[in-house]
């Protein structure tokens, strides 16, 4: 008989007619003779209200207490969805993390999961029982309550599906897959069937919200195949999958973008060795995420421009950072707050010539000015103006035939 | 050094800006030298939406997963709690019941606590931190969550302060204490300084609201001064402390009154052995409550009346219950759902003679018919007409100079 995760997340439980609604698919894949482990997330809205109270009791409220606070939302789930099942006449049991137990290791609010025992969920799956598991926590080897992030639901998922060797994961979402771009801006944008794990990555790494990128990595590594679907649809998903399966008759996968990026330059830096370094330590030991970083050669030996993108939110403190750091020889600082970040993704990139060419004429046939370049064996990302996101990918959906 | 159990009850905790005044209560006396247990009831509404939930998935929602829905309410509370306190520079750290344990026996939404760890929190307690526990709760034997019963958070105060053998037990509730009577109904009730056990029990049995019965029942058991005020005024409120300890100057302690009640009478019953148990068997069966029995002498020896009181909710169910009864020999049955329970409540009144006399008189003056009698060592209740029932009791209120 094939074990089976399915994992809803905040959407697909965020009311009570979805909860009863998710207890009937689950109902139909254990009649269907499947032996089944539920993964939940929080209530849709849950974990940002926690949050919320949290902020307003202290602007550092401290993260032990946070992961207490937090995981009550997955508890609360797990109930309903055990009680939804019991009334349908589904033998089904709540387990939580400290029950199985599920074990981390890593700082509150940014655990891993690092072991799970499975005798007593398998014993109660023999018995034709469902186990549901509240997603996103767990504990540590000291007993203390954990959480594993944002989003750690799918980790979670991800996580069990491998323990306990089960044959698929199945991620119920309130979109019916993964687009080859965001469809509610994107109308053209369509249900890619598979994916290959990298692009997943470098999609999930640009905005798309489908799945929390640490899950599809751990997918990645553990060879788990990922079946990402709507509660809301009976259509078929997007499968997460190793690259070897899938046969690439295109060469880009999907577009993606962000509008939450800043553009930093530091220009006439002094050319010298160890200068980069100087720049981004201070960022680093800051939490601040530097994303695409271009450095041009200089043209007389001696001075060249910086230029660096982080999340928008970050720029003004990054700035200050570098100004304050005396250490740093420059001639002055440019922020621009006003860009974008598009990409084209595909695994079959690699081997196709002229890909980068023909993104960067198509954005040119627009009269989009491109700010910024980085590429990666999958993906070309560029930095452009903000207020012309739309058009470029909207281009880019077109050139690469994705409509 | 004293150890002290601090109780906030839902209202106490019922919003951001509570949580933090009841964090700055604790500060007081964490800063005063006291050692310091905190127990936390959930936020106020939640218990209730909670069961709603529950509610609208089934109207059978099983007990074992109703237990872990509801025990999630105060996980939220100790959260918050501890970090308000952190926020506030005190030591302090939660401690959910499986991470004690408080192991608990009996059935799921109805456990009773047995027992409890205490070296981590004494260990805790001696360096310094308070600790800060949800209430209502534990784990069974086997490692279930289960809950004690709403209100359950006082029955944890009380068995925390026995176990830890604390100096004092507080229960921070958003009344100043125990009053003579309903002060929202009578303006001239008073707040009791001292009340016995056994009063208190009485009281609470009959509708005041201030503490939960089975956790008075357990501070009377193991003596256990308790100390009930408000969180929002520094007022001395309650102590609820043993019978030797008060000095009663007054027969007469308190009047409480219930509105929800319903008289049964069945007219004409065959006065013969074994009468009652058949009224009562089917009813007990059936979790209904009796409350009052009053059966008179027959005039005759052959046939007489029996009057019974019930909760308003179940008189309907008992008398056809009683109606399918064939082994019950009976003319007809004769509900009155439109009376009350009026009673006044007194350790001294065992002592004073011409308590009862006095309160009938004193009823007939305002012409008032009692409809039934019922009495204990330290209580005397009577049922009357619903509409007549303030009256009544701001009559006794005046007539035992409670006023």
Redesign the interface.
């Given at each position: 008989m094939k074990k089976k995760v399915l994992k809803f997340g905040g959407t697909s439980v965020g009311s009570?007619q979805r909860?009863?609604h998710a207890a009937k698919i689950i109902k139909k894949e254990h009649d269907n003779g499947a032996k089944i482990i539920v993964v939940v997330s929080a209530m849709a809205g849950t974990t940002n209200n926690?949050i919320e109270?949290?902020k307003?009791?202290?602007k550092?409220?401290?993260k032990?207490?946070?992961d207490?606070?937090l995981?009550?939302?997955e508890?609360?789930t797990?109930?309903?969805i055990?009680?939804?099942l019991?009334?349908l006449g589904v033998k089904a049991?709540?387990w939580?993390n400290?029950?199985i137990p599920i074990i981390t290791e890593g700082d509150h609010t940014n655990s891993r999961i690092i072991n799970m025992s499975v005798d007593k969920i398998n014993n109660y799956l023999s018995e034709g029982g469902v186990a549901v598991i509240p997603g996103f926590q767990g504990i540590s080897k000291s007993?203390e309550?954990t959480s594993i992030g944002r989003g750690g639901s799918d980790a979670t998922a991800v996580a069990i599906a491998k323990i306990f060797q089960t044959e698929s994961c199945e991620i119920y979402t309130d979109v019916d897959g993964v687009h080859s771009s965001d469809p509610n801006k994107i109308p053209l944008a369509k249900k890619i069937d598979k994916i290959s794990y990298e692009e997943m990555l470098e999609l999930s790494s640009l905005g798309a919200k489908v799945m929390q990128s640490s899950a599809v990595q751990a997918a990645m590594m553990n060879d788990i195949p990922i079946h990402v679907k709507s509660t809301f649809t009976n259509r078929k998903g997007t499968e997460i999958i190793s690259e070897d399966n899938i046969d690439y008759r295109k060469a880009v996968t999907g577009v993606a973008y962000s509008k939450d990026d800043a553009k930093i330059t530091l220009l006439g830096v002094a050319d010298k060795p160890g200068v980069a370094a100087d720049v981004f330590e201070p960022l680093s030991k800051n939490q601040i995420n530097v994303d695409m970083v271009i450095q041009n050669i200089s043209a007389d030996g001696k001075k060249t421009d910086l230029t660096f993108t982080t999340k928008r939110q970050d720029s003004k403190n990054a700035v200050s950072l570098i100004e304050s750091n005396k250490k740093i020889e420059y001639e002055k600082t440019h922020i621009n707050d006003k860009v974008s970040k598009v990409s084209i993704v595909g695994a079959g990139m690699v081997t196709t010539p002229g890909i980068t060419f023909k993104m960067f004429r198509s954005l040119a046939e627009e009269k989009i000015n491109i700010l910024a370049i980085s590429t990666s064996e999958i993906k070309i990302s560029v930095i452009i103006d903000e207020n012309l996101t739309i058009d470029a990918v909207k281009k880019l959906h077109k050139t690469f035939n994705l409509d």
């Open positions: 009570i909860i009863l926690l109270h949290s307003s009791i202290s550092k409220f401290n032990r207490d946070l207490v606070l995981t009550s939302g508890q609360v797990s109930a309903l055990s009680g939804a019991n009334d049991k709540t939580m400290w029950q007993g309550i």
